[in-house]
């Protein structure tokens, strides 16, 4: 089995009066190789007539973001005309490649009616082959993302991206990167074989897991090292997972800001575009 080498908890870091928890950077834990960032925004609930999430127009080149929407719902747009709201159990995938301006804000209904609240943005990098790729979005709600059963019904596995148990997910990504949230119920199990060379993303989301003999809680990353393929999973609780695991890039990575590129001269020509117009119009 794999070892662990560290659990990260993920550290308070609210927007406006938004609960956030940054689980990737941290002080201890710079990134996982391709995974760059992740923040978890919520659990909370939200009052009728609020201001929904405070994430307006901005721009981003060089990587893509998955966003995971467990509670609410989130009303994405962007400068290449995608627009789309998506609810709980839904996921938004975009890949800014050369560049784009989004939103990411809540929809009219929530704001007006509020209610709980929980989502997930993950930042994956793109190799330097790919960092300029056109601009694409994808919106799926829960019922276009197939369910994977294991363990008699105990453990569900949400195929995002890649294959699980031999079914495909509901995005194939340009790398070779396999992406889930996985339900477990409380007693339930699961065994997977991931080569030892892979970088794997293991955050818990709610509940308490054990894995590969450690326990572990919600708000927590588990950083495991390269020295086994087996992973064995537990539920000691009602779980939540987020899961993904790739082959790293083992390339230079210069951020800074919305930016991720391979050097500091691509990070200016980055802001250089970006000014110039290059990212496309936004559209009110």
Do not use: C
């Amino acid at each position: 089995m794999r070892t662990i080498k560290q659990q990260h908890r993920a550290v308070s870091a609210p927007i406006a009066d938004l609960t956030t928890y940054r689980a990737l950077p941290t002080q201890n834990v710079e990134h996982i190789d391709p995974f760059l960032f992740l923040n978890h925004h919520g659990p909370q609930v939200y009052r009728p007539h609020n201001r929904g999430l405070p994430f307006g127009p901005h721009p981003h080149r060089g990587f893509e973001t998955v966003t995971f929407i467990v509670a609410g719902d989130i009303m994405h747009q962007d400068s290449g005309g995608h627009q789309s709201v998506i609810e709980a159990g839904g996921i938004q995938w975009m890949t800014a490649g050369s560049g784009l301006i989004h939103s990411e804000i809540s929809s009219d209904k929530f704001k007006e009616q509020g209610g709980p609240l929980e989502i997930l943005q993950l930042w994956v990098n793109l190799p330097a082959r790919h960092k300029m790729v056109a601009p694409k979005y994808i919106g799926l709600q829960k019922a276009d993302i197939p369910e994977v059963s294991a363990d008699h019904g105990r453990v569900t596995i949400h195929a995002v991206a890649g294959t699980w148990e031999g079914t495909p997910g509901a995005v194939q990504p340009l790398t070779d990167m396999q992406l889930a949230t996985i339900d477990l119920r409380a007693g339930g199990q699961l065994n997977l074989s991931i080569p030892a060379a892979r970088s794997i993303f293991f955050y818990t989301i709610r509940g308490r897991l054990r894995v590969n003999g450690q326990e572990t809680q919600a708000h927590y990353l588990t950083e495991f090292n390269h020295d086994g393929d087996d992973l064995h999973i537990e539920a000691l609780d009602d779980a939540l997972l987020l899961l993904g695991h790739a082959e790293p890039f083992n390339e230079p990575i210069v951020a800074y800001g919305p930016f991720v590129m391979n050097s500091e001269d691509e990070i200016r020509q980055a802001y250089q575009d970006y000014q110039a117009g290059k990212f496309g119009t936004w559209q009110e």
